[in-house]
Nanobody, 126 residues
Framework: VQLVESGGGSVQTGGSLRLSCAAS????????MGWSRQDPGKEREGVAA???????KYAASVEGRFTISKDNSKNILTLQMTNLKSEDTATYFC??????????????????????WGPGTQVTVS
């Protein structure tokens, strides 16, 4: 399984960015996918995730501002980010687990369940 993120960049506070994650190397739709982020010196945190049944879950810090979506036909996961804040600055990672996950809470909070990660894309908000 290969994951490649794109769409990161620099934006002013209040601006928007759209991240994409192109997935390849597997078939089927019952996989768990999510976005997480990490700042240097901090732990990686789940931002948004989609469970195997399509239910989504967001971190409280991004609820109402970020939208995650998964296109099963194209194997693309996107993260639409609006009203960006300086604290959203981080490297954003896409992750996938083809064996699936039991719930959106698990998909968001249990980063260790993901067996496949992209290299990350930098988002800077100033």
């Amino acid at each position: 399984v290969q994951l490649v993120e794109s769409g990161g960049g620099s934006v002013q506070t209040g601006g928007s960015l759209r991240l994409s994650c192109a997935a390849s190397g597997y078939t089927g739709s019952r996989y768990c996918m999510g976005w997480s982020r990490q700042d240097p010196g901090k732990e990686r945190e789940g931002v948004a995730a989609v469970a195997s049944d399509g239910r989504v879950k967001y971190a409280a810090s991004v609820e109402g501002r970020f939208t995650i979506s998964k296109d099963n036909s194209k194997n693309i996961l996107t993260l639409q980010m609006t009203n960006l804040k300086s604290e959203d600055t981080a490297t954003y990672f896409c992750a996938a687990e083809p064996t699936g996950c039991m719930s959106p809470v698990q998909a968001l909070g249990s980063l260790s369940l993901y067996g496949n990660w992209g290299p990350g894309t930098q988002v800077t908000v100033s």
